[in-house]
């Protein structure tokens, strides 16, 4: 199988704050990591693509500095939303890859309110 | 550049009756194309791909994909739907060039399988 993982599900936080978002690839090596954002009623937009040791590559109009991507080993990325607001509440769903692999394997998700 | 349209953003069927969720694409270069399931709250589940070989693919739940390359299309069907079908399904489609490629997605279509 290849089961990947998120944690949080859920988190509720205050404005201004930040929230760290965990994907983990159970039992494979994750060379090529994805973060999607979700919004109600729309497709997977996908926010950024990062390689294990190598810094992410952002899709145009996403903010690096807001979200902040780190791809440390070959079974975990994390992306930090750092001081979240209203707006950034959304589902952040994460996805993973095998080394030249086309098929992406996707995290249950992480819904996140801003309050 | 790629895109991918799914005109059906919801499709009602009775249990038991067959159903097609439409799927059309369109590239300047070879693909591959997937189907993915997202039931309430979850992440996205691969239901189905096709890389090459023969153009009708199946899953194990019954529902099976033909690629179309003349129409450009990725169909999707099942001849008997159930309770549990219900869920929302996204075409995707990425270029045919080994290794990891961009996937682009559909906006989706709502399965809402009636009793």
């Known amino acids: 199988g290849a089961v990947v993982s998120q944690h949080p599900s859920r988190v509720i936080c205050k404005s201004g704050t930040s929230v760290k978002i965990e994907c983990r690839s159970l039992?494979?090596?994750?060379?090529?990591m994805f973060w999607y954002r979700q919004f109600p009623k729309k497709s997977l937009m996908l926010m950024a693509t990062s390689n294990e040791g190598s810094k992410a590559t952002y899709e145009q109009g996403v903010e690096k500095d807001k979200f902040l991507i780190n791809h440390a080993s070959l079974t975990l990325s994390t992306l930090t939303v750092t001081s979240a607001h209203p707006e950034d509440s959304s589902f952040y769903i994460c996805?993973?890859?095998?080394?030249?692999?086309?098929?992406?394997?996707f995290g249950p998700g992480t819904r996140l309110l801003v309050l | 550049a790629q895109s991918v349209t799914q005109l059906d953003s919801q499709v009602p069927v009775f249990e038991e009756a067959p159903v097609e969720l439409r799927c059309n694409y369109s590239?300047?270069?070879?693909?591959?194309l997937f189907w993915y399931v997202q039931y309430p709250n979850q992440g996205l589940q691969l239901l189905l791909k096709y890389l090459s070989g023969s153009t009708l693919v199946e899953s194990i739940n019954g529902f099976e994909a033909e690629f179309n390359k003349s129409q450009t299309s990725f169909h999707l069907r099942k001849p008997s739907v159930h309770i549990s079908d219900t869920a929302e399904y996204f075409c995707a489609v990425s270029p045919n060039s080994g290794g990891y490629q961009k996937v682009t997605f559909g906006t989706g279509t709502k399965l809402q399988v009636i009793p």
């Open positions: 590239s300047s270069v070879s693909v591959y």
């Open positions: 996805s993973a890859s095998r080394r030249n692999q086309e098929t992406q394997y």
């Open positions: 039992d494979f090596q994750a060379t090529t």
